[in-house]
């Protein structure tokens, strides 16, 4: 009986399936492709769903179809006026997102040290963030050029996020650390360096990332009512007024690219920065 009982016990070892040793790496349950195969799995997915969705429809007018966007994407990439709309929408959208975090950094500071000026801010920013982006663009029309509202709309709509977020994450500091930090006699800077900003810099990164594609929409949309000369919004609003859809879907796909370009560039500057301090 123990001879027959151990000699099952061994067939049954063979036929499992090898497993890894503590050395070795365990197999993972999950997808077999790396990330890079995976998000490129995911994209040409979606491109498939999108030539699919064109060739159902059957008219370019609707849903131009992938190639037809991309061979027009090449060739806008070939022309001077491409790169002229692109840095002079960067510019302008990214002087408003950049004035918005130093405003709204400053704010929440100001809000977090004296409560009064927080009982004073709190009603103008609850009025930007319920007010429509298309009332402050229009509204905004009527006092500026149509290259400052594009300034100005992206500043308005990053303002409240970055105010809030860094409100937020002051209010969470750890309070048994900033005795510890007064009872070594910490100096500001020291508190500051150690006790506030890896309390912040998540909120921080979070107000960034969100702001930056606040900005970018409302900037792009504030070009596209106000229609400054060699924008980005320009050439939306003159793909969509003589019927160019293949236009319209090949300058969206820009505005998509350098919204996340930008993203990944401000996101490595911030981490870059916070290991030097």
């Known amino acids: 009986m123990t001879r027959s009982t151990t000699s099952d016990k061994e067939d049954a070892q063979l036929h499992q399936s090898p497993t890894a040793g503590p050395g070795e790496p365990k197999a993972s349950p999950g997808f077999p492709m790396g990330p890079i195969g995976q998000k490129l799995l995911v994209f040409l997915f979606w491109i498939l769903v999108w030539a699919a969705a064109g060739m159902a429809v059957g008219q ?34 990214m002087l408003g997102f950049l004035l918005a975090v130093v405003a709204g950094t400053l704010l929440s500071v100001l809000t977090a040290t004296i409560p009064f000026f927080k009982h004073l801010f709190s009603p103008l920013i609850g009025m930007i963030k319920a007010t429509p982006v298309a009332s402050f663009i229009i509204l905004a029309l009527v006092w500026l050029s149509s290259e400052g509202v594009v300034t100005f709309v992206a500043f308005l709509m990053v303002l409240p996020l970055v105010w809030g977020n860094l409100s937020q994450g002051i209010r969470a500091t750890d309070r048994q650390l ?9 100096s500001r800077w020291k508190v500051v360096r150690y006790v506030y900003i890896p309390s912040v810099m998540p909120h921080f990164v979070s107000a960034v990332t969100t702001g930056i594609g606040f900005a970018w929409k409302s900037g792009i949309a504030a070009e596209v009512l106000g229609t400054p000369k060699g924008s ?13 859809t293949p236009d319209l879907f090949a300058w969206t796909l820009v ?14 500057f911030i981490h870059w920065t916070a290991a030097r301090l």
């Not at 980005?232 to 160019?244: D, F, M, R, T």
């Open 178 to 186: 900033l005795e510890m930090s007064r009872m070594f006699r910490f």
């Open 255 to 268: 505005v998509i690219i350098l919204s996340l370009i930008i993203e990944r560039g401000v996101l490595w």
């Open 232 to 244: 980005v919004g320009q050439a939306l609003y003159n793909a969509k007024i003589y019927l160019e």
């Open 60 to 93: 370019e007018l609707l849903i131009p179809g992938p190639g037809i966007v991309f061979s027009r994407l090449l060739a806008l990439l070939g022309t001077k006026p491409f790169y002229f709309s692109i840095f002079a929408s960067m510019g302008r959208i």
